[in-house]
């Protein structure tokens, strides 16, 4: 059996700014089973790309080539920031890679000179963090 500790390091941990038609595929999927994707939005295939791009930093958690959990910030990037749409693939949950994606993103947008750090999150998730 594999233990969290050898599942976190396993596991790699990408920004991306242009995601692959795949890498699109696969943070779609991730929106639907949060049940933050509505069937509209299917009608915009470019809106993966459009979050992406408008978001300050998006991270990409990744296993065996997967996408299994993802979280983005969005800034004004001078100040303030706030984190969003934080999620770990239901299989994987409950083995520290959430707290490690939002600490990466933290780190991040303590790097790029912003302080104040929010979150906006779904009511009833707030045992999640």
Same mark, same amino acid.
């Given at each position: 059996?594999?233990?969290?500790?050898?599942?976190?390091?396993?596991?790699?941990?990408?920004?991306?700014?242009?995601?692959?038609?795949?890498?699109?595929?696969?943070?779609?999927?991730?929106?639907?089973?949060?049940?933050?994707?509505?069937?509209?939005?299917? $009608?915009?295939?470019?809106? &993966?790309?459009?979050?992406? =791009?408008?978001?300050?930093?998006?991270? @990409?958690? #990744?296993?065996?080539? !997967?996408?299994?959990?993802?979280?983005?910030?969005?800034?004004?990037?001078?100040?303030?920031?706030?984190?969003?749409?934080?999620?770990?693939?239901?299989?994987?949950?409950?083995?520290?890679?959430?707290? $490690?994606?939002?600490?990466? &993103?933290?780190?991040?947008? =303590?790097?790029?000179?912003?302080?104040? @750090?929010? #979150?906006?999150?779904? !009511?009833?998730?707030?045992?999640?963090?």
């Amino acid at each position: 059996m594999v233990s969290s500790d050898e599942e976190l390091e396993s596991v790699q941990y990408r920004f991306i700014t242009r995601p692959s038609p795949e890498e699109t595929d696969q943070i779609r999927a991730l929106y639907k089973a949060e049940g933050w994707w509505a069937a509209r939005d299917d $009608e915009s295939p470019d809106l &993966i790309s459009r979050i992406i =791009h408008g978001s300050h930093c998006f991270l @990409i958690a #990744l296993s065996g080539g !997967r996408i299994i959990g993802m979280a983005r910030a969005v800034s004004d990037r001078t100040s303030d920031a706030y984190l969003q749409d934080v999620t770990v693939a239901a299989g994987r949950r409950g083995k520290g890679l959430g707290s $490690e994606i939002v600490q990466r &993103i933290v780190a991040r947008l =303590h790097e790029d000179g912003l302080q104040w @750090i929010g #979150l906006i999150a779904e !009511r009833g998730s707030h045992p999640f963090y």
